[in-house]
Every structure is written in structure tokens, then in C-alpha cells.
């Protein structure tokens, strides 16, 4: 079975400051990992995918996200933080056939300016 | 392209009615998901349609069921509403072409509060 899980429920960074959100996966097949962001009163947003064309998997608004399979990790990370990057962060797993998905606890972030 | 709707926003009900909710895929997309999203438990996958017909489907009680029609067009349904019920629950739709990799694209949600 497939199932995510990210360490740190609150991150706080400065302004300009390096973001890094951890997920770790479990699968039992290859994992088709995802990273979502919501903003207040609103639904998820893509921010990238890994579908193994590349270990380093690059998105929306200089975010980015590494796959490690010997750490079984996908972890968010993004230089410089913006006042804007403040909402929450979901990582997720689809299953093999793409029709669920496992979301992780979700990170909420906050930006210190 | 047009986004997610989902209709309506925001929902007041009381314990033991019933409601219904409404989402309008992205045009073109054939799959439909519903997730649950509150505090506790956080998002969890409720059911998924393709065609008309459910392809999946999460552990959730049977007053929960769902549908979709002919258009894509996808509705959620939950009877006997319990407190704990009160939730922002999301659609979600994607092309299912691709398995795995298909990304799926969010709606805002509806906020349901049960009195």
C-alpha cells in the first residue's frame, strides 16, 4: 500500500530564507510522487510532480523536489522565501492505476518577514 | 480553460438532513475524485468516478455516495449528517489517460458545517 508521511506539521522561515518541507514515501510499486499547495479558502495546487523522467523534479514559483530512492524521499525545497509562499503544503502518492491518491498530513509554512 | 467548480461554496446544515453537492470537471477530463478534508484527519479520499460508473472508493460509511453523469458532471451526496461530518470536501478531475502520472486538478471545495 501506498502512504506518505511529513515530518513537521509547522515550518517557519525568514524571508529569503531556504524552505525545505520533508516527505517520505511508502510504496510497494515504483511511486508516482506529488507535491500540492493550498492557500486559505481554497482548493490544492500543483506544484510538481515526480514521474521518473528525472530524479530532480523542478515546478511553480522556483519550487523544487528531489527523489531519493535509497532515502525514500521527496522532499520540497525552494532558495528563497517569499511572504507569498505561506499556506500548506500536501505531498502525495497516486496508486498504480492513478484513480487515488494519498496525501500527507500536510506542512503548513510560515514566513517570517 | 475553465477550472474546477464546484457549487455551492459554503453549506449550513443540521444534524440528520441531507445534502448534496455538486462538481463540474475541467472540460475534456473523464475522472472525478471527492475528498474529505478536516483538521483530525486531514484529506482523505472518499470516491472516484470514470464514466459514469465508480472506480474506486474509500472507507468511508454508506451515507456517503456520489455519481456522475453522462457530461462529467459529478455529484456528492450525504444523508443523516453527522457533526463530524463538517468538513471542506474537495473534487478534484483529471484526464486518466496516463495512470499513475495523471495529475489532478482542484476545485476551491465546499465548506459543509453541520449544526
Known amino acids: 500500500a501506498q502512504s506518505v508521511t511529513q515530518l513537521g506539521s509547522h515550518v517557519s522561515v525568514s524571508e529569503g530564507a531556504l524552505v525545505l518541507l520533508r516527505c517520505n514515501y511508502s510504496?510497494?510499486?515504483?511511486?508516482?510522487l506529488f507535491w500540492y499547495v493550498q492557500y486559505p479558502n481554497q482548493g490544492l495546487q500543483l506544484l510538481l510532480k515526480?514521474?521518473?523522467?528525472?530524479?530532480l523534479v523542478k515546478g511553480i514559483n522556483d519550487f523544487e523536489a528531489e527523489f531519493k530512492k535509497s532515502e525514500t524521499s521527496f522532499h520540497l525545497t525552494k532558495p528563497s522565501a517569499h511572504m507569498s509562499d505561506a499556506a500548506e503544503y500536501f505531498c502525495a502518492v497516486s496508486d498504480w492505476a492513478g484513480n487515488q491518491f494519498y496525501f500527507g498530513t500536510g506542512t503548513s509554512l510560515t514566513v517570517i518577514p | 480553460k475553465a477550472g474546477v467548480t464546484q457549487t455551492p461554496r459554503y453549506l449550513i446544515k443540521t444534524r440528520g438532513q441531507q445534502v448534496t453537492l455538486s462538481c463540474s470537471p475541467i472540460?475534456?477530463?473523464?475522472?472525478v475524485s471527492w475528498y474529505q478534508q478536516t483538521p483530525g484527519q486531514g484529506l482523505q479520499f472518499l470516491f472516484e468516478?470514470?464514466?459514469?460508473?465508480?472506480?474506486n472508493k474509500g472507507n468511508f460509511p454508506g451515507r456517503f455516495s456520489g455519481r456522475q453523469f453522462s457530461n462529467s458532471r459529478s455529484e456528492m451526496n450525504v444523508s443523516t449528517l453527522e457533526l463530524g461530518d463538517s468538513a471542506l470536501y474537495l473534487c478534484?478531475?483529471?484526464?486518466?489517460?496516463?495512470?499513475?502520472?495523471?495529475?489532478?486538478?482542484f476545485g476551491p471545495g465546499t465548506r459543509l458545517t453541520v449544526l
Open positions: 468516478y470514470f464514466s459514469e460508473t465508480q472506480r
Open positions: 478534484a478531475s483529471s484526464l486518466s489517460t496516463s495512470g499513475p502520472t495523471d495529475t489532478q486538478y
Open positions: 515526480y514521474t521518473s523522467a528525472a530524479t
Open positions: 472540460s475534456g477530463h473523464r475522472s
Open positions: 510504496s510497494s510499486v515504483p511511486p508516482y
